[in-house]
């Protein structure tokens, strides 16, 4: 080794910065195709049940009949088959994790009620929940 | 790119022995012994490699049959069939270091063995 | 008759990853028989293949380790689609090695880093791992994920890799290859690792073969054993040539994973020379009927996926069998005659990936 090698390299450790993050302080590295959370677009949706039957955790349950879309957070494993199944691309992944909590996490959304059937009137764009 | 050559070769119980001592002879060394359940009977494939020619011995057991173990030919094949006694309940006898079914520890004893178990969760619950 | 006594090694221990259990039979401190137990993580993943789709179960069969998981993942596709006679485009194949050989970047890394903690070299172990986080950032800007990519499917890859994102991979590893050059003398070099390593737990290459070693504890004893030299994926078409050392010992199983890492930051560079345009995956059509063993090189040895299937799009069975299953009866051959203090550092080379021994 040479002179002084560690004296140097001590140094250099007192005198710069931390190497780690200080995380929580400074949030977490994340990027654009980083993997955290699912999210719907309520509206789009058909309830047509092909993410609940390709998930593979099992953590989505579609009904039909009342138009509901809901998942279990913790069951989750972001995988991402359920965005690239759905037929209408309502499904998208979020780069940021979802906060750590402690019993169930089944989050619940309602969907819009039906829209109108007769093609010529105009469809009301109702907010969803 | 090296093609490898994969060939299954089916025998009877009795001579599993007789094949896998002259494969120890030609310096072929041991890959894998894997077990597949069919429904009503279970096939075992032994597989026997120098380089990229991949042969297998195939043998179909049922439940109950008595399947002779090659760990005195091949010191290290103990541990494949540990885990065919312990996962799928065959019996293979006079294997040369033999955990007696505590090689791999389960819950639900032979979990391989049947179909298997499904449990309705009920919503927002605990699935234990 | 010499006072024998039974000392457990495991589930819990510091310098196991994962829990393995070996009772170490003792003859006044000398190891005379170890006796493994695996079982603590047993999730039985292979049974779960009745149960969900083909196609899906790619995901699955990634979560069966979690250090070698892009692997695993692509040796299945690899038994798919040779089932269903598919060719993944050229594309496709070169961005699964630059994964494959990121992911063994990462998994040696961390294993030099557990090495140095086993021996007790606390600066070394943070050192690597610091390194390990530099290949990490580059793996999750590509496919999404840290250790559990996500990124390969049956008939190609999900997400691809623009041009300008390769050229700042490789200058990116150019930036960090004289750090990681500087590991690899520390472990050659230094008086302390080889103090501890040097003549400890050796296995000859006549042992090697018999007992069915495989991966870096092979290549360690002198045994010329890699699957990458069979050319899957694009590795035919960047030249290369397995790491060995002639000793058997614990210092070489280190030295091998050690310099393959530096090999893997080659491979990477040439890869991205030589990477062809294109799409990146085929369509899949119906259902795999047939059945096929893939065999491709994990960063601990030679892993096997067996898949038999017959026309559903759930698959009949399927098979693997990782390579630290492989690699413990040639452990139990290594622990006679170790003293006890000396156990730890031997059971650590075999890299105990027991998420992927018991799935």
């Not at chain 1, 949706?45 to 039909?64: E, F, K, L, T």
Request: proline share 7%; aromatic share 8%.
């Amino acid at each position: 080794m040479t002179l002084f090698a560690m004296a140097k390299r001590a140094l250099a450790n007192v005198t710069g910065k931390p190497a780690t993050l200080m995380y929580p302080a400074t949030p977490a590295k994340q990027y654009e195709v980083s993997r955290g959370h699912i999210i719907i677009a309520i509206e789009d949706c058909i309830y047509c049940g092909n993410c609940q039957r390709h998930c593979v955790s099992q953590a989505i349950v579609v009904d039909r009949a009342n138009r509901t879309w809901e998942v279990d957070r913790m069951r989750c494993i972001i995988c991402g088959v359920c965005a690239e199944v759905c037929p209408k691309d309502c499904i998208f992944i979020e780069p940021d994790y979802h906060p750590s909590t402690v019993g169930p996490a089944t989050e619940f959304v309602q969907g819009p009620p039906e829209p109108p059937k007769p093609p010529k009137e105009e469809k009301t764009a109702e907010a969803a929940e | 790119m090296i093609e490898q050559k994969h060939t299954i070769i089916e025998i009877a119980v009795a001579d599993l022995l007789t094949k896998t001592e002259e494969y120890h002879a030609k310096g072929h060394r041991l890959v894998q012994i894997g077990c597949t359940p069919l429904g009503d009977c279970y096939e075992i494939n032994y597989t026997f490699t120098t380089s990229w020619d991949f042969e297998s011995l195939r043998i179909t057991v049922n439940d109950g049959d008595e399947i002779p173990s090659i760990s005195g030919i091949y010191w290290g094949a103990f541990i494949y069939e540990n885990e065919i006694h312990d996962l799928f309940g065959l019996t293979v006898t006079d294997i040369n270091i033999d955990f007696q079914g505590h090689l791999i520890h389960t819950r639900v004893p032979t979990p391989f063995k049947n179909a298997p178990a499904v449990t309705k969760v009920p919503k927002g619950g605990d699935a234990s | 008759m010499s006072n024998r006594i039974v000392v457990p090694f495991g589930p819990q221990h510091p310098v196991l990853p994962e829990p393995i259990h070996v009772d170490l039979v003792l003859e006044d401190e000398r190891v005379v028989e170890a006796v493994p137990s695996i079982g603590y993580v047993h999730r039985g993943l292979e049974k779960l293949v009745e149960k969900r789709d083909f196609k899906d179960y790619v995901l699955i069969a990634e979560r069966i380790c979690g250090i070698c998981s892009f692997t695993h993942s692509v040796t299945y596709c690899n038994a798919i689609e040779h089932i269903m006679g598919i060719e993944v485009p050229p594309r496709a194949q070169f961005i699964r090695t630059i994964w494959m050989e990121y992911s063994r970047m990462h998994s040696h890394l961390l294993w030099l880093g557990l090495a140095a903690d086993a021996l007790g070299f606390e600066n070394l172990f943070m050192n690597a791992w610091r390194l390990r986080e530099e290949i990490l950032d580059d793996m999750e800007a590509t496919t999404g994920g840290r250790v559990i990519q996500g990124s390969s499917k049956v008939g190609g890859i999900r997400l691809d890799i623009p041009d300008e994102k390769l050229g700042e991979m490789v200058d990116h590893l150019k930036k960090i290859r004289p750090l990681l050059e500087e590991s690899n003398r520390i472990f050659t070099h230094d008086n302390t690792v080889r103090h501890r390593m040097r003549g400890l737990g050796v296995l000859s290459e006549k042992d090697a073969w018999d007992l069915g070693a495989v991966g870096p504890t092979a290549r360690g004893s002198g045994c010329d054993m890699d699957v990458r030299s069979s050319g899957y994926s694009a590795y035919g078409e960047l030249g290369f040539k397995p790491v060995t050392f002639p000793h058997g010992d614990c210092l070489d199983r280190c030295l091998v994973r050690s310099e393959e890492v530096l090999a893997a930051v080659d491979l990477v560079e040439r890869a991205v020379a030589k990477m062809p345009d294109g799409p990146i995956e085929e369509k899949v059509k119906g259902n795999p009927t047939g059945e096929y063993f893939a065999f491709t090189e994990q960063p601990r040895g030679e892993c096997m996926h067996y898949v038999k299937a017959n026309g559903k799009k759930n698959i009949v069975r399927h098979r693997v069998r990782t390579p630290t299953f492989t690699n413990i009866p040639p452990l139990v051959k290594m622990l006679e005659g170790v003293e006890l203090a000396d156990v730890p550092v031997v059971v650590l080379t075999i890299d105990p990936c027991i998420g992927c021994a018991e799935r």
